[in-house]
């Protein structure tokens, strides 16, 4: 190099895009798991939250909750991965998603 030029040869430049895209490649596939898993603890708490509130009715009245109202529960439970959580009859708690386009989960009550 001559003694006035500053900067990176085409080969440091070189390497240091390869660099950079070893790095991408290990980091995306990682941050897409990260994201996915954040996505089902969202839904499972969720889930979760639901699942008290129609035991708790359960172990009062004797009978599973028919909707949204039996359990005191006038807005439906939203975030930014659900669309809306709502008690169905015998129980059934059915979880709208905003998951690859709108995924919809249903769970059973366990007998």
């Known amino acids: 190099m001559l003694k006035g030029q500053k900067g990176f040869s085409l080969i440091e430049t ?3 895009i390869g660099i950079l895209a070893i790095v991408a ?7 897409i798991s990260y994201m996915n898993r ?4 969202e ?3 969720a ?6 509130h129609v035991s708790e009715y359960y172990s009062l009245h004797g009978k599973l909750p028919n ?5 005191g529960v006038t807005e439906p439970f ?5 669309d809306s959580v709502n008690i169905l009859e015998n129980g059934f708690i059915k979880i709208h998603t905003t998951i690859n386009g709108g995924e ?7 007998s």
């Open 67 to 71: 909707s949204n109202d039996d359990i």
């Open 14 to 16: 070189m390497i240091i």
């Open 25 to 31: 490649a290990i980091a995306i596939p990682l941050y």
């Open 38 to 41: 954040a996505k089902a603890t």
């Open 47 to 52: 889930l979760r939250v639901c699942n008290n």
């Open 43 to 45: 839904v499972h708490e």
């Open 104 to 110: 919809t989960l249903i769970f059973a009550p366990a």
């Open 78 to 82: 939203t975030s930014s991965y659900i």
